[in-house]
């Protein structure tokens, strides 16, 4: 019998986007080619308490999961005597499985997706799936992104920054700024977040405040950024120093914008694979996709967002989400099915990218 390759998923986390987490990492579990691999889990709870986990897939989705793993568990991680021990412990007896050779976290926004754990995965020299510390990190601050977009040179909404104290201490200062700056409607998000978590539109000086306290509730620095009058058109990047861009989909949220209850509760987006965009719009979008995903210093996969004007189909870059969702009907797989990779050689292709980027990492003098 050929060797399999041992993977561990990791699900859950402590962040905002928790649930979404564990219905994709389900995915990839259940489309993981088992006659190639081999997977251990590991989930994150909402507290932030690791727990090894080996039973159904199916109690993963619905919480069950973290209610079986600690009626079986061997050991619970997360403090910090037991992380200091996880690291050295990792790589060669994690919950039954000698030698992980492979992580994938499956984990979205806050200490799953900022290079928080990519740089544990660093120390403990574990390959991993997905962007490194600094395309993580990047990536998850949309100030950071913003100035590397302007750097290159790809379009993208005009935008101001403020820190949480500045609101605090004069709120009528700083809109009197945006004001000065911009025409209503604006939008107001935490420079760090994801899934919509703390992103409003204002509409008038009033909104506007509700709207900067809000932010500032999620994040320290808050972003103001002009009104983008577009499709919301997304395009899915693979691949490490060379990567690809997929096809081009469309979002067409179900709400005013693309909202959390858009994106997770009411199930009425549309996803339209492929957009119906002119040819040339969707090579400046597939192009620009591949530079930011370069610029960022991304790796593995990343899905780059942008908006498409209603009107004259100028292109504006949104962000790039360094782990996208990734259940079976998400957009990047998606884009990828539609691109003629299927959902269970992406994750190959994703494993295989992990472990060259390691390898590669392995070949230069680290002291
Ligand atoms: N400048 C803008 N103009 C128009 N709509 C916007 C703008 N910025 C954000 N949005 C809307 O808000 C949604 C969430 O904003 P986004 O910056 O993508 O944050 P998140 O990281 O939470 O997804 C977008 O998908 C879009 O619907
Ligand atoms: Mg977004």
């Not at 993580?136 to 403020?162: N, W």
Request: net charge negative.
């Amino acid at each position: 019998m050929s060797h399999k390759r041992k993977v561990l998923v990791i699900f859950g986390g402590k962040s905002s986007e928790h649930e979404i987490s564990r219905i994709s990492a389900a995915s990839v579990i259940k489309n993981i080619d088992t006659e190639k691999f081999e997977v251990a889990m590991l989930g994150i709870t909402k507290e932030g308490k690791w727990l090894p986990y080996n039973g159904d897939v199916e109690m993963i989705p619905t919480g069950q999961w973290e209610e079986l793993s600690l009626k079986s568990r061997v050991q619970v991680l997360g403090e910090k005597d037991n992380l200091i021990n996880y690291l050295s412990d990792c790589k060669t007896n994690f919950s039954g499985i000698d030698n992980i050779d492979v992580v994938f976290p499956v984990l979205h926004g806050c200490n799953g997706e900022d290079g928080t754990i990519q740089g544990f995965f660093e120390l403990a020299s574990i390959p991993y799936v997905g962007c490194g510390v600094l395309g993580s990190a990047l990536c998850m601050d949309k100030v950071y992104t913003k100035m590397v977009f302007e750097k290159i040179g790809i379009p993208q909404a005009r935008h101001l920054h403020f820190t949480r104290k500045e609101i605090e201490r004069d709120i009528s200062q700083i809109s009197d700024k945006i004001e000065a700056e911009f025409d209503y409607p604006v939008f107001v998000k935490p420079s760090n977040a994801g899934s919509s978590v703390g992103v409003s539109k204002a509409s008038n000086k009033n909104e506007l405040f509700r709207a900067l306290n809000y932010a500032s509730r999620y994040d320290k620095k808050v972003m103001v950024e002009e009104f983008i009058n577009g499709r919301e058109v997304e395009c899915a990047v693979l691949g490490n120093d060379e990567p690809i861009a997929s096809i081009v989909g469309e979002i067409v949220p179900s709400n005013d914008f693309y909202d959390y209850k858009a994106k997770y509760i009411d199930n009425k987006s549309k996803m339209i694979i492929p957009a119906d965009l002119p040819k040339d719009t969707v090579e400046k979008v597939r192009d620009y996709a591949v530079k930011a995903f370069k610029a960022l210093d991304c790796s593995g996969l990343s899905r780059v967002d942008f908006f498409v004007d209603k009107e004259t189909d100028a292109v504006f870059i949104n962000e790039i989400n360094t782990m996208p969702g990734f259940t079976s009907i998400s957009m990047y797989p998606a884009l990828w099915e539609a691109s003629g990779i299927s959902y269970g050689e992406l994750i190959e292709r994703l494993i295989d990218l992990a472990v060259e980027r390691y390898e590669d990492n392995k070949k230069q003098i680290n002291d």
